[in-house]
């Protein structure tokens, strides 16, 4: 590791030495002065802090864990909502599944009462895709408010650098999907205006779904990158009480900077994003 060795009578003839040379110096003497009256103090040698480079990619370690911690509740969102999707299709199916028929289904019959049951039982199902148990913070990110309370916020620094995620919601409710619950046998079954009624709200179901998985996935982007690089450059930067005094290496520094540049740039917008961790090569 290199140290700066800053001369006290004149500071701009620093040198940098490695730190495992001998280091002498003698005081300097007035030219001509055949007994000196004072000893000049040694010039100060400023070296790295250690210690505080440590603690501070430690905090940055702790930091993109916690990042990593809402990249993956955000997979796991996403994987959810995937789900979803293709459940509120099946519901679709079961549905149309008595109306294409010819003639269609009458209430009460063997086939319409199964495929009315088979819509309610894939209803239910999208209910406890959106309540996973605990510790999954995925509820926060897509069910409803009244039934899963709080936001997914994180605080990531001791700076306040923080990620807070909207939520997006897709449960079978009002305010998600807005799937209605349809009713298996008459006298309730009466006729298939319903079901018409039910199909139209199952292809609006799916465009939503679409559209906040989209949405999951921007709100991300545009709150944990930001965030990151807040923490990172507050982070990794030095203290007030060594700033101006240590040297890096420049290989070290270019180098640490190009890999903080290619994370930033692979991590993709979308959902699609394979590695697990892919803010730990910052560290």
Known sequence: ???QVISLNNPANAEVLDRSSSVSVSPAIKSGSTTPTASLPAPEIQVDSDGQIFR?????????????????SVRQ????MQEIGSTVDKMKGSLEGIIKNYPPFPPGSEQRVKALKDFAGLREEIEKLTLP??????????NDPAKSSGSSYITLDSNGTSIQL??????PGPNGLNIPIL????????????IHNAISALNT????????RLSLSENFAQQALPAAVAAVTSQTGLSDAVHGTTTFSE???SSKSRDISEIFSAISVGMSVSNDSFLKRIT
């Open 251 to 253: 290989q070290s520094a």
């Open 183 to 194: 009713p298996a046998t008459p006298p309730e079954d009466s006729g298939d205006e319903p």
């Open 1 to 3: 590791m290199q140290v």
């Open 133 to 142: 148990p605990d510790p999954s913070q995925v509820p926060k990110l897509i």
């Open 166 to 171: 909207d939520r997006q919601q897709v449960d």
């Open 77 to 80: 969102a996403d994987s959810t």
């Open 205 to 212: 179901a799916a465009k939503t779904v679409s559209d906040r």
């Open 56 to 72: 501070a990619y430690q905090s940055l370690t702790e930091t993109t864990a916690k990042i990593n911690q809402v990249a993956e």
